[in-house]
């Protein structure tokens, strides 16, 4: 790179009221200029100054404001700027040290060739020109030129040189951090300068009229056509931790990934760059820093893949009513409508740049499993169940609260009932849902008074009996939106600082009517707003749940595409997708550590699958690696398997391996099928009843792990009449059969048994079996109960009943209870297995058998009305998964002897105890200044070490007077360094 005298530094991250000096950009304060694009209508948008000066964007030469068309980025807006010249002015510096740091992106066209940025006028006649290429000094001020992605760093524009490859990588990371540090030396005059100076947004700074600079070239017509969202301007150059801080605020604002650690303006490190390298892909997050007068909720990446580039396509959906992320985002998640974060929340996370599609993953059987998986590192402490639970002040409804959401309901006919929240909104946001369920009653759903009529600081909705929605707004008449089917639309109320939007949805995402939004009255803002229920009981009882937000904490929530150029292959299995979390923060995936959250809702018009109140680190260990799956809809198996490998005792390699099998979704009783791959001699063999078995006692290798449910499920739901099933043939053995099963409830009364006629139960034939009334287990002879209970069950009990020889057998948990002789004249009777139901919502599931049909021949069920069977053999689940366990090498081995290698960062000695001095090398290939940052495992902040001059090696020494692991982090021009070191 060519060398200039004065220190130009570009780096490239991929990284109306004036406010209080308290509040600035990731903390750094003294911003000269702190330009963010401030939306005037919803096709307008311009910039407005928060550093103090109070300056304004003109149009060049003019004292005409500068307001054009916008767009967003991560939800955040950002100013066009097209053809003509801008520009602004410093009233208090000319400049001679400064720092400018802004956003910048091109639109989909121009941006492969060299473009203004803009230019800085300072001292009379010593301006600059930075392009997106390079940076051109005025011919008064040395006329040197300095092309910053000639040789290395990253130019702003795409050519064949640069090192993001092709047109779509370049588009993907369109959006970028650009800091430009200026130094000049210090005007020695005893009459000083005069201090002030302007930047210029085009080529109308090479008019000499207005006393600006001539420059060694001219060819600078081409003005940056595209997008700025955020502009700063500091009149002194900032050290690398203070650009390192605003660089973070940016990147997270904007969904901008960085090429280092990010630091919060309290000085935590909330993202190690060294730490996660796998997953420093497409870097975003949510994050609250009062300081930064930041809070951002909700995230999605600006860097976006090929074809929904964030240059040419919105993150929202819907550009007149800002709710919804658009389709085009793979991935948007933050906190679920309604939540707040606490001033110095941050939640990031990066993936590992994986496919799209979906394998049969290690570990998982039943789903499929995408192969992108991403990292979430956060700070955010888990809330506990107190926390998280609302409670309501109930006027004649009663009420059912679960995590997130309350049932409300009237049973007391002719009345109004109200139930108000006993806390108000935490913050200025807010979110309601519910869906009407009957005709025929009033029901309110609103924010604001703890009333149930309609007051003057009341913002929701009102549904007549006949389904007509109306408009709830303050003192105002009740305006109509609409109508709603019951049971079919579901009705949202959000409120977002003073506005408060309302929309109706069907179950594919289509509007009942317009999108409604109310203005809270500047009265009203400050005042607390509570929730509010009310319904009325005509006829019938009435009861609606709402899911809430903004009152308690209730989790996140998570959107993913299902787009034809997104996760495609999801469409046609929306509705048994799953969001899988390794609680580990490994990615490994492992049995003990994964937790399945269920589709929530499927957006069909934004092809959205939707993930509702997800908790982000529950088990408090700061990180989560996170993916998704889907099953077939034939699938009813799901189960973890991983292996745990050998051990070595010594010197010698042990056979105790282990298999670890957790069923998350089937019916219970499972049987295990163990063989090497490739084989077929059975290893292992059994069924199981728990949700997890161990396999003990096996060797190294690779290994076909088959689980299955040979069971036959019966499910009685609607009608209280009983309901019965014999089986299509009887034993084929006289007398000789078995039938077994697991207990899951204890609804109604159940009999399973043997039977001599394909009937119904009753005292007119001939039957053997049981009886299972509440918890008792009684034996059951032609019709008849008997009066001795044999057991007491609890849930899971394994029963076991057998006949043979003449006599009936019963097991509960491998334990006999009770036998029966079969009575003579019986014995040479055909006998067929039966199972009958009483009451609703009754089970019998997985239910094994022998001696009706040799496998794999089926075993029909003939059912009565009201019983639903499923599975049994023939139709069976039946999950393969493989398995590797890797022998550790037992024999110990020297390793070879490796000539040391010279690093970029060197601590020796390591301190052998705490408050040892040690040193920190530091060895770069070109000079720069260099900062020193070390911080303890909670990402905070304990040392910091600067050497402003320009280096390329440097020795830092320090101590550390606490025991622990820690983090060495070395900020450069030439990038960051790190390494971990442990005091002990």
């Not at 970028?176 to 210029?200: A, M, R």
């Not at 039957?767 to 009066?787: D, E, R, S």
């Not at 200044?929 to 390329?952: A, C, S, W």
Request: aromatic share 10%; hydrophobic share 35%; with cysteine.
């Amino acid at each position: 790179m060519k060398k200039v005298k004065s220190l130009f530094i570009l780096c490239f991250v991929f990284c109306v009221q004036i406010l209080s000096y308290s509040q600035s950009p990731g903390g750094v304060q003294g911003a000269q200029i702190w330009f963010k694009t401030n939306r005037l209508s919803n096709t307008n948008f311009n910039w407005q100054d928060f550093g103090g000066d109070g300056s304004k964007l003109n149009n060049w030469n003019t004292t005409t404001e500068y307001s054009y068309f916008g767009r967003y980025y991560n939800f955040n807006p950002a100013l066009y700027l097209y053809s003509g010249t801008r520009q602004f002015f410093l009233n208090n510096t000319n400049l001679q040290q400064g720092t400018i740091i802004g956003l910048y992106s091109h639109v989909g066209i121009g941006f492969n060739s060299e473009n203004i940025l803009f230019g800085i006028t300072g001292r009379p006649n010593e301006g600059t020109i930075i392009t997106n290429d390079r940076i051109v000094n005025s011919n008064e001020r040395d006329g040197e030129v300095l092309d910053y992605g000639s040789t290395d760093g990253e130019d702003l524009y795409r050519n064949k040189d640069n090192s993001e490859g092709s047109d779509d990588k370049f588009r993907e990371r369109s959006l970028k951090i650009v800091s430009y540090y200026q130094y000049q030396q210090p005007n020695s005059s005893v009459w000083g300068e005069d201090q002030k100076s302007n930047l210029t947004l085009g080529y109308g700074y090479l008019n000499a009229a207005n006393g600006l600079s001539t420059y060694p070239e001219t060819n600078f017509a081409n003005n940056f056509n595209g997008y700025v969202p955020e502009l700063l301007v500091y009149s002194r150059v900032l050290t690398p931790l203070e650009r390192c801080k605003i660089e973070t605020y940016l990147a997270v604002k904007y969904g901008v990934s960085l090429s280092n650690s990010y630091i919060g303006s309290d000085d935590k490190l909330i993202w190690d760059w060294s730490a996660n390298k796998t997953y420093n892909n497409r870097i975003t997050g949510i994050m609250r820093d009062d300081t930064s007068n930041l809070n951002q909720t909700f995230s999605t990446t600006s860097y976006e893949e090929a074809p929904y580039f964030s240059d040419a396509f919105d993150s929202y959906q819907d550009t007149n009513i800002r709710d919804l992320s658009s389709t085009n985002r793979l991935l948007a998640m933050g906190q679920f409508p309604g939540n707040s974060l606490a001033d110095k929340n941050a939640v990031l996370w990066g993936d590992d740049n994986g496919v799209l599609t979906a394998q049969n993953a290690g570990g998982i059987a039943g789903i499929k499993r995408m192969a992108r998986s991403w990292k979430l590192v956060t700070n955010v402490v888990p809330s506990t169940t107190e926390e998280k639970t609302l409670l309501f002040k109930n006027n004649g409804l009663s009420t059912e609260s679960e995590f997130a959401k309350t049932t409300f309901a009237n049973k007391t006919a002719s009345t109004t009932g109200t139930s108000v929240t006993t806390i108000p909104l935490k913050d200025k946001t807010g979110y309601l849902e519910f869906k009407p369920l009957t005709l025929g009653n009033v029901t309110i759903v609103k924010f604001g008074e703890q009333s149930g009529i309609a007051g003057t600081s009341d913002y929701g909705v009102k549904i007549e009996a006949n389904g007509s929605v109306y408009a709830i707004e303050n003192t105002k008449q009740l305006v109509s939106l609409g109508n709603i089917t019951v049971n079919y639309h579901k009705v949202t109320l959000e409120k977002k600082g003073n506005e408060v939007y309302i929309n109706a949805y069907d179950p594919n995402g289509n509007k009942a009517f317009t999108s409604k939004t109310l203005t809270v009255l500047p009265a009203d803002a400050d005042k607390s707003f509570y929730g509010v229920v009310s319904l009325e009981k005509k006829t019938t009882d009435v009861s609606i749940t709402v899911t809430h937000g903004g009152f308690v904490p209730t989790g996140s929530k998570i959107e993913l595409s299902y787009d034809s150029s997104r996760a495609s292959e999801f469409a046609n299995y929306t509705d048994k997708s799953f969001l899988i979390i390794d609680r580990s923060g490994t990615g490994n995936f492992e049995v003990d550590k994964v937790e399945y959250y269920p589709v929530s809702e499927i957006d069909a018009v934004r092809k959205k699958i939707i993930f509702n109140n997800v908790i982000w680190d529950a088990d408090g260990n700061g990180k989560d690696v996170f993916s998704f799956g889907y099953k077939a809809t034939n699938i009813k198996l799901i189960a973890l398997e991983d292996g745990i490998a050998p051990t070595c005792k010594d010197g010698v390699l042990q056979q105790d391996g282990k298999i670890n099998i957790e069923v998350k979704e089937g019916m219970p009783g499972y049987k295990y099928t163990l063989v090497k791959t490739g084989t077929t001699p059975v290893l292992q063999t059994g069924t199981f009843y728990e949700s997890k078995m161990t396999l003990t006692g096996i060797e190294a290798g690779s290994y076909d792990l088959t689980l299955e449910m040979l069971g036959t499920n019966f499910e009685k739901s609607l009608v209280a009449a009983q309901s019965a099933s014999v089986t299509s043939t009887a034993l084929t053995v006289l007398g000789n059969g078995s039938l077994e099963w697991a207990v899951t409830d204890f609804v109604s009364d159940k009999y399973v048994g043997f039977i001599s006629q394909k009937t119904n139960r009753t005292s007119a034939y001939l039957n053997y079996g049981v009886k299972i009334k509440q918890n008792q287990l009684y034996f059951w002879n032609k019709g008849t109960a008997q009066a001795n209970v044999l057991a007491t069950l609890e849930k899971g009990s394994k029963i076991k009943l057998e006949m043979q020889g003449g006599v009936l057998k019963c097991w509960v948990n491998t334990v006999l209870v009770g036998t029966q002789d079969i009575a003579t004249a019986d014995k040479t009777l055909p006998y067929y297995g039966f199972v009958a139901l009483d009451g609703v919502n009754n089970g019998i599931y997985n239910l094994l058998h022998t001696g009706f049909v040799t496998s794999p021949t089926k075993l029909v069920w003939e059912a009565a009305n009201y019983l639903n069977i499923t599975e049994g053999d023939g139709v069976t689940n039946r999950l393969v998964q493989k398995i590797v366990l890797t022998a550790p090498e037992c024999n110990e081995i020297v390793p070879p002897i490796v000539p040391p290698v010279l690093d970029n960062l060197v601590v020796a000695p390591v301190p052998s105890k705490p408050g040892a001095n040690f040193n920190i090398y530091v060895k770069l290939n070109e000079p720069s200044e260099i900062m020193v940052l070390i911080f303890n495992t909670g990402g905070t902040l304990i040392t910091q070490l600067r050497n402003p001059d320009q280096l390329k090696t440097a020795t830092f020494t320090t101590s550390i007077p606490v025991p622990g692991i820690y983090i060495i982090k070395v900020l450069t021009a030439e990038g960051e360094f790190s390494k971990s070191i442990i005091i002990q």
